[in-house]
């Protein structure tokens, strides 16, 4: 049994605080995806885990047990670092075959558990090659194949595909969720692409600031975002964000949105009550709707493979982006358009501090996934 | 580079003959001095034609100096072995103790860790002079005047501040990660040390080293003091040539040649560590 336990860790670099009051349980064979802007902390975190740095304060468990006093070699952990660290002076094998030999592994078992792994990793052909001589996706697998090689039942993953073209990384992430859940190893996974998050994480956290913004499977986070923060990180196009009041009237609660009225679910007035508002709607659950008067006009169209992402303009320089899937009809620059919304996707948001106060957005329940 | 003109390559190699003949002159003209004799060496006009005569280095390898004043005995040859034991003794010690501390310093902030680097750096710019005349009093009542391990000891001062900070560099330019790599591996800090940072700052302290060993070998002030005739290196050794019947031009020359080749050997030899490529591209950079 494999946990990692955070509990109140802290990390203080000089007078700067890099991580401050970090609580989390991962549980065994989950994989838990750490997602925050460059600077939250995500690396530092892993380190401490790692036990290549020491927390400042809390404490740190793995499978039960304080790691305080235990030195990264006895942790049991494999680790693939953002940029790689490949031993420049070994080959990718001996790269590789460090985790085993360091475990007291025969030079028989070395040789089978290196090529085993090379042989998932489709680096076979590389192995006699020096870091100096691979491709950055080669050095990438190899990194990865180092972290796997001893079968660890901890993986501290640090954002592995930062380093690799668009193509690659597109491929690995693939790879990855099959590779995961066949290595059933409790995996930390940092990433700053919110895609990866969505993908490989049995549940995302959420870092800003050195702070957890937000833990919870990837429907959580993304329909039911904490703060503006966490809605922003999440999502392409980014969700629309715009100042609104919410008031209600004999039809329901609603706020005005571009000169558009933009109905909220029930009660969300007095939620707000009376506090200055943004109002977040995810481009997707944005719909035209056929209406010659609309108040909003077309600005730019721009078609991605398979959805089409619209920016409309209304009044008070409002601007949104709508994104719908490209077999539906696409509107052209200048034409007048309205747009719908169901009020239960709609989130509100306090103004101050950026903390959600409705909308539970529409949940896994009506069929809507994240993208 | 295939794309300059005829003009830029005549340039760059004129540029570079006379680059050559800057350092390489006087080299050159020691070497032949020391196929010369006294008189040749001073005729006037200076003339390049010469017999050459194998005279000097047999008076320095037989130790018997023939002068017009008569026979001196000189003892050049085992001034060069205390050159070659003493060199080689404060290096060895130089790095045992300053490639440790170097990784120290590169690794770990700790209280007045930069204020002590740079104490020990400051013995490199101290006038020797300075320190000499208490050294010289302490070293006579410890019983270490005119022994190898007070002047192994003494020599600490150059080589050990040289090897410190040149390793530190080297050792700050290896990405932490990659220790850490091997760490969370599995391995122990003392096997790291050995497999990862030692290899991976090998040029760097193969440079620092042989810097150290260069700086040694020619020191003479410290030798000139605290040692005496049977602990002398050549540098100091070399003064027995200032005879009573005049300087001996052409031993002088002789002993330089003797003395500047093991120098020169080994600086051609670790040549091709020093220009080693260093990361290896290990770390995406």
Known sequence: ?371 | MDHQSTLERVVRGVLIALVLLFFMFPIVWILMMSFQTNEQILRIPPSLAFEPTLENYQALITGRLETQAGTLDIRFMSNLWNSLVLSVCSVALALVLGVPAAYAFARFRFRLGEDIAFTLLSFRFAPPLLVLLPLTLYFQELGLADTYIGLIWVYQLICLPLILWIVRGYFEDVSPDIEHAYRTAGHGWLTTFRRISIPLTAPGIAAAGLLAFIFAWNNFIFALVLASADKQPVTVGALAFVTASGIQYGQIAAAIVLSITPTLALALYAQRYLVEGLSLGAVKG
Not at chain 1, 41 to 61: F, N
Not at chain 1, 138 to 157: C, F, G
């Open chain 1, 1 to 371: 049994m494999s946990t990692i336990e955070l509990s109140g860790v802290s990390k203080r670099f000089g007078a700067s605080v890099a991580l401050d009051g970090i609580s989390l349980r991962v549980e065994s064979g989950e994989t838990v995806a750490i997602i925050g802007a460059s600077g939250a902390g995500k690396t530092v975190l892993l380190r401490l885990v790692a036990g290549v740095e020491d927390p400042s304060g809390g404490m740190i468990a793995i499978g039960g047990a304080d790691m305080a006093d235990v030195a990264p070699e006895r942790r049991g952990i494999g680790m693939a670092f953002q940029n790689f660290a490949l031993f420049p002076h070994m080959t990718a094998f001996d790269n590789i075959a460090s985790p085993l030999s360091a475990r007291g592994a025969s030079a028989d078992e070395v040789r089978r558990g290196v090529e085993s792994v090379a042989r998932m990793l489709k680096i076979e052909s590389v192995l006699d090659h020096r870091p100096r001589a691979l491709s950055n996706g080669q050095k990438q697998r190899t990194a990865l194949a180092r972290a796997l090689a001893a079968s660890p039942s901890i993986l501290l993953l640090d954002d592995p595909l930062r380093n690799v073209d668009a193509k690659l990384r597109f491929e690995m992430r693939l790879e990855f969720e099959r590779l995961l859940a066949d290595q059933g190893a409790t995996t930390l996974y940092v990433t700053q692409d919110y895609r990866e998050a969505m993908a490989l994480g049995h549940r995302i956290a959420v870092m800003d600031g050195g702070r957890l913004a937000q833990v919870g499977t990837p429907e959580e986070i993304y329909f039911k975002p904490t703060g503006v923060e966490v809605a922003r990180q999440f999502g392409d196009p980014t969700i629309n964000l715009v100042p609104a009041h919410p008031a209600s009237d004999d039809r329901g609660a609603f706020a005005t949105v571009g000169g558009a009225r933009l109905d909220l679910a029930p009660g969300a007035d007095a939620v707000a009550n009376g506090r200055e508002c943004m109002v977040g709607i995810r481009p997707e659950a944005l719909a035209f709707t056929e209406d010659a008067a609309g108040v909003f006009v077309v600005e730019a169209v721009t078609p991605l493979n398979e959805k089409v992402v619209t920016l409309v303009a209304g009044a008070e320089g409002t601007e949104l982006l709508v994104s719908r899937p490209s077999h539906e009809p696409t509107r052209r620059p200048g034409e007048r358009v309205s747009l719908h919304v169901a009020a239960r996707e709609v989130l509100l948001f306090a103004r101050e501090d950026g903390a959600r106060l409705s909308g539970a957005g529409a949940g896994a329940g009506a069929g809507s996934t994240p993208p």
